[in-house]
């Protein structure tokens, strides 16, 4: 995989295979393929919870443990990139709780060095906003904006 392009930077198709391939790890619940795309000092921080995660086997042992009800699935709804950074909003399901990760990375010499990733739950829409809003899936409707 190419590392750099100029200033030592990833270029974005670059970045934009190494998240694509993240993804798909995950998909395929390949947790050590996953990790596999780490920088030795890879993090990732969940700021809802103020926790952080240090490190491959770290990431693989949590996945491992997680007590989902069944085979995790993966669905990206969008990816943005720019050079070495990526944001994906990514939908994700054991077959019994469904949830959303927006997902900040960064990478370093064609690896993942570090993730930010927030887990936003969804609510009801007030119905004071109902003269001015239009209602829409709670998955997404990101794709269409």
């Given at each position: 995989m190419e590392a750099a392009g100029r200033f030592g930077m990833a270029d974005t198709e670059?970045?934009?295979?190494?998240?694509?391939?993240?993804?798909?790890a995950m998909q395929a619940n390949d947790w050590?393929?996953?990790?596999?795309?780490?920088?030795?000092?890879?993090?990732?921080h969940w700021p809802q919870s103020g926790e952080r995660i240090h490190g491959a086997a770290n990431f693989v042992a949590i996945n491992r443990a997680y007590p989902a009800a069944g085979r995790w699935r993966f669905t990206v709804e969008?990816?943005?990139?720019?050079?070495?950074?990526?944001?994906?909003?990514?939908?994700?399901?054991?077959?019994?709780?469904?949830?959303?990760a927006i997902t900040f990375t960064l990478v370093r010499?064609?690896?993942?060095?570090?993730?930010?990733e927030y887990w936003p739950d969804p609510f009801e829409a007030l119905a004071w906003r109902a003269a001015w809003v239009e209602?829409?899936?709670r998955q997404s409707d990101a794709s269409s904006t």
């Open positions: 670059t970045t934009r295979r190494l998240i694509a391939e993240f993804w798909a050590a393929a996953a990790a596999a795309l780490f920088a030795d000092d890879y993090v990732l969008r990816l943005v990139v720019e050079g070495e950074q990526a944001v994906t909003d990514v939908i994700v399901t054991d077959g019994a709780v469904t949830g959303r010499d064609g690896r993942i060095a570090g993730q930010v209602r829409s899936s």
